[in-house]
DNA sequence: GCCAATTGGTCGGATATAAAACTATCTGCT
DNA sequence: AGCAGATAGTTTTATATCCGACCAATTGGC
């Protein structure tokens, strides 16, 4: 339909949603078919994308949700340790922080004790936020849930576990 | 050591390996603990680091390597397929295929058939990149093989894909 | 107390990525 | 032909992210 002949018919399988998403069809994948870490990649891709879905209508990037929900069970956490956890920089934080602090989402306290770092905490509308989001993270976790099947949901985790903690 | 005191230990817990890596102690993560999502981020985020430092030698970027193995095992393929399959958005291999051409990695070709598009190779030089970055991805991917177990190897990558086909 | 080393956070430069608008080309229908 | 609609790539704009350099505050040894 296109024009080369053996690549042809690559753009046309697989349901054609953005850029991510399914294998294409046509296409020698050669050793890569079988290496975890390009799977890993695609399928954290998809998953991504897939949240933002559901998150749609909320006007809060996905990203800023694990930040949330971790400042919401650490409340006083510092930005640093706040990194870690979520497994970015802690250059990144910055900016997400202050637009989350525009928001009045969350809170930034310098304290007399310390005053390089700051306590962070949720506002009364930062919590109601977070509900909200975490519902939608629900109906997204109940997807993958379906996806994967209850069955090796835990096993999968348990091995996504692994490669972190050991390769970290 | 720090100051607050539940949050303390975080810090020095969890191997401090830059910004990724394993969970970081004292923590709670809430939800996000048992949330696939979340752990795939972070493992892909894991994998990602230990392959850029698997072929830190080489002077490629890591994302570079999926586009010269499907570029390779495609010869002729055109960059909206080579995007779909790389899963990611066509406008970002502008930029990362002009540096691979001005590498002197692959060939963008224009043919008569139909000049919009490009056929894309790989140059000899190209080849050579690709057997050395193949041999240093087979080393990372051996690592993750090491560490879920061989066992469970194929059941992973079999979730992974699942989840990437049916998301999309 | 004072200075060196450490630690928390920010800034600037670089890369990666996506989405939308745009250009060039091709295809089909009339 | 000629024009509408589809398709391939590029450009523009906006984020996210890392890293290394930087500044401010703290801590520890003296």
Redesign the pocket.
């Known amino acids: 339909m296109?024009?080369s002949p053996p690549l042809a018919r690559a753009?046309n399988g697989a349901r054609s949603r953005?850029?991510?998403g399914a294998r294409v069809e046509g296409i020698d994948y050669g050793p890569l078919a079988q290496w975890l870490g390009f799977h890993l990649r695609l399928a954290q891709?998809a998953s991504f994308q897939a949240f933002a879905a559901e998150v749609g209508e909320v006007d809060l990037?996905p990203?800023r949700f694990a930040l949330l929900t971790l400042i919401g069970r650490n409340p006083g956490i510092?930005?640093?340790v706040l990194s870690r956890a979520a497994?970015?920089?802690?250059?990144?934080?910055?900016?997400?922080?202050r637009d989350l602090r525009k928001r009045e989402l969350i809170l930034c306290q310098r304290l007399a004790r310390?005053?390089?770092?700051?306590h962070l905490s949720l506002t009364p509308a930062g919590q109601t936020m977070l509900r909200r989001l975490t519902h939608c993270a629900a109906r997204h976790e109940h997807n993958l849930e379906r996806i994967v099947g209850a069955r090796d949901r835990p096993k999968l985790l348990r091995l996504l576990n692994k490669i972190v903690t050991e390769l970290g």
Chains 1, 2 share one sequence.
């Open positions: 296109t024009q753009l953005k850029g991510a891709i990037p990203g510092s930005q640093t497994g970015r920089d802690k250059s990144t934080l910055t900016p997400a922080l310390d005053r390089r770092s700051y």
